[in-house]
């Protein structure tokens, strides 16, 4: 079975403080998919990223950067110079491949980031 | 292009009605997905419909069941509602024949039973 562990249920900054949310994931399959999205307080689900488990290049985008790890079974998620709109609840997902898609998200308990002014 | 959308916004329902949630996923889109969002639980997979069957279903009991339409939108029933059922019920889209491996998902249905 799947499950991914964000073990920091809530932090708290002041604008422009660099923070790192921990995603830590477990699976027996070789081929997976993780994700992390952005739920700010209206509730849609905002897609960030994706990343295949063949493919461990980090990623930046701007503020936001991210660190996989296979040997940690880690996902790690880092905004930097964070600002009040990045206020938001962070969830980190995992799916599996099916029939050329992609199988149901299993999520995180999800990580509530507070940007204090 | 037009996200996925969801209907009704908000949803106030007593103990033992049936309610009914919509979802029309991103043109091109064949997969739909429900999620249940309740306080405490976190995000749970409900259901994943693609070209019109049901592909897999999570943990919940046979009163949650929905459908896909010919034109890829979808439907989530929820008979005999019981207070736990209060929750937010996201819909997500997916196209698999582009391998486009990421879920769109919509603003959501705020479901309330009293």
């Known amino acids: 079975a799947q499950k991914v562990t964000q073990a920091q249920t809530e932090i708290s900054v002041v604008e422009k403080e660099d923070v790192t949310l921990d995603c830590v994931y477990e699976?027996?399959?070789?081929?997976?998919?993780l994700f992390w999205y952005k739920q700010p307080p209206s509730g849609e689900l905002v897609f960030l990223i994706r990343r295949n488990s063949f493919d461990e290049q980090n990623e930046i985008s701007g503020r936001y950067s991210w660190n996989f790890q296979k040997s940690t079974s880690s996902f790690n998620f880092t905004i930097t110079a964070s600002q009040v709109v990045d206020s938001a609840v962070y969830f980190c997902?995992?799916?599996?491949?099916?029939?050329?898609?992609?199988?149901?998200?299993?999520f995180g308990k999800g990580t509530k980031l507070t940007v204090n002014p | 292009e037009a996200g996925v959308t969801q209907s009704p916004t908000h949803l106030i329902k007593t103990r033992g009605q049936q309610a009914t949630l919509r979802c029309s996923p991103i043109?091109?889109?064949?997969?739909v997905y429900w999620y249940q969002q309740a306080l405490g639980l976190g995000l749970q997979f409900l259901l994943w419909?693609?070209?019109?069957?049901?592909?897999n279903r999570g943990n919940f009991p046979p009163r949650f069941s929905g459908r896909q339409f010919p034109n890829y939108s979808s439907e989530l029933n929820v008979n005999a509602l019981e207070l736990e059922d209060s929750a937010l019920y996201l819909c997500?889209?997916?196209?698999?024949?582009?391998?486009?491996?990421?879920?769109?998902f919509g603003p959501g249905t705020r479901l309330t039973v009293t």
């Open positions: 043109s091109g889109h064949t997969s």
């Open positions: 699976t027996r399959d070789t081929t997976y998919y």
């Open positions: 997500a889209s997916s196209s698999r024949h582009h391998k486009v491996y990421e879920q769109y």
């Open positions: 419909y693609d070209e019109g069957e049901e592909r």
């Open positions: 997902a995992l799916s599996l491949p099916y029939q050329g898609g992609s199988e149901k998200l299993v």
